[in-house]
Nanobody, 119 residues
Framework: QVQLVESGGGLVQAGGSLRLSCAAS????????MGWYRQAPGKQRELVAA???????NYADSVKGRFTISRDNAKNTVYLQMNSLKPEDTAVYFC?????????????WGKGTLVTVSS
């Protein structure tokens, strides 16, 4: 069983910064893509940013230039540095990982961490 545990959410004023972390633990061979998604009240879950094991990144247009995704493969951890936060960034942020378990790739999700940006 693989677990993803997020941390770093909280309340911040507009223009502020937060750093989210997500650590994967359990028995697995490797982790391919790791990413962050978010879901605001009444809206669908959307991709925020993703990063491959080789460091290739992808961002939603709404966060480009403000958010930076990174990962530490040795620690099986992915980070999301969020700067210049806006009230519309308020959402529950979920960590996602494509994990190779023997010959199968399984999609895992964390339980989410709440980010609230006040105006």
């Amino acid at each position: 069983q693989v677990q993803l545990v997020e941390s770093g959410g909280g309340l911040v004023q507009a223009g502020g910064s937060l750093r989210l972390s997500c650590a994967a633990s359990g028995r697995f061979f490797s982790i391919n893509v790791m990413g962050w998604y978010r879901q605001a009240p009444g809206k669908q879950r959307e991709l925020v940013a993703a990063i491959t094991s080789g460091g290739i990144t992808n961002y939603a247009d709404s966060v480009k230039g403000r958010f930076t995704i990174s990962r530490d493969n040795a620690k099986n951890t992915v980070y999301l540095q969020m700067n210049s936060l806006k009230p519309e960034d308020t959402a529950v942020y979920f960590c996602n990982a494509d994990v190779r378990v023997i010959a199968t790739i399984i999609d895992y999700w964390g339980k989410g961490t709440l980010v609230t940006v006040s105006s």
